[in-house]
């Protein structure tokens, strides 16, 4: 037990315990005189480390394709179970960097289990990976931008080379739509400045161009793909 909580002190008695039934030889056919056999201590060890997801993805209005960089911002990524109701397994937040980069550590994931990858954003459209994602190794690496088809139900936007996120879910309720509108225009009739959901580009000013990203994505009618 010594040894796998050093490789990962925030585990749980009972996910420490988990750990040693899962790695023993007799995990899968357990019986009452050898009970689940003999623990696989270097296999214990591996399964307790924290599991690294290595995540890209950009942010439509946060993108600048000239540039090819992003306005570094927050974003939440939940893992979530690969069946209904698709509950939170780990949740993680982290901030996406100017190449549209993040790596994350999670506690409760485990190799070889399907799971759905989950990012909200403060003012982007809520996306999910387009199927079930593994860790291999205590590993996931997973690229939103490379194609659409990464995202479920193909719900990203091209800009320029990359894939992003739809801007524009000011009020986080998977539509982008006229309350958004609403909210911005009346944040830009403010004049309103600083770290603001209603700021579509992140140049810290509510303004024309923000309404710009909402107005042609409502347009679109364009609301959050999820299993």
């Given at each position: 037990c ?9 585990l ?22 050898y009970?689940?056999?003999?623990i696989?201590?270097?296999e214990?060890?591996?399964l ?8 890209t ?17 927050t ?10 109701p ?5 949740q ?5 960097n ?15 289990v399907?799971?759905y ?7 982007a ?19 939103f931008?490379?194609?659409?088809i ?8 091209l ?8 801007s ?8 982008i739509d ?10 830009a009739?403010n ?9 579509l ?5 509510t303004d024309?161009?923000?309404?710009l990203?909402?107005?042609?994505n ?10």
């Amino acid at each position: 037990c010594a040894m796998i909580l050093s490789a990962n002190p925030n585990l749980t008695p009972m996910q420490v315990r988990e750990i040693l039934y899962m790695t023993a030889d007799r995990y899968n056919s357990p019986d009452r005189f050898y009970g689940y056999g003999i623990i696989d201590t270097w296999e214990a060890i591996k399964l307790a480390l924290p599991k690294s997801l290595n995540l890209t993805a950009m942010i439509e209005g946060f993108y600048d394709a000239n540039s090819n960089t992003m306005i570094a911002d927050t974003v939440t990524v939940n893992i979530r179970s690969s069946s209904s109701p698709y509950n939170i397994i780990d949740q993680e937040i982290g901030v996406l960097n100017s190449n549209g980069t993040l790596t994350l550590e999670y506690e409760n994931a485990s190799n070889g289990v399907n799971y759905y990858l989950q990012i909200l954003h403060r003012n982007a459209l809520e996306t999910w990976s387009k199927n079930t994602q593994m860790f291999n190794s205590n590993v996931l690496n997973y690229n939103f931008t490379s194609a659409a088809i990464m995202a479920f139900g193909d719900n990203l936007i091209l800009k320029g080379s990359k894939w992003v996120f739809y801007s524009g879910d000011v009020n986080s309720d998977k539509s982008i739509d006229l309350a958004d509108l609403s909210i911005i225009d009346n944040d830009a009739n403010n004049f309103l400045t600083g770290y603001n959901d209603s700021d579509l580009n992140g140049d810290g000013l509510t303004d024309i161009a923000d309404l710009l990203y909402a107005d042609n994505n409502a347009s679109n009618f364009v609301v959050a793909a999820t299993p």
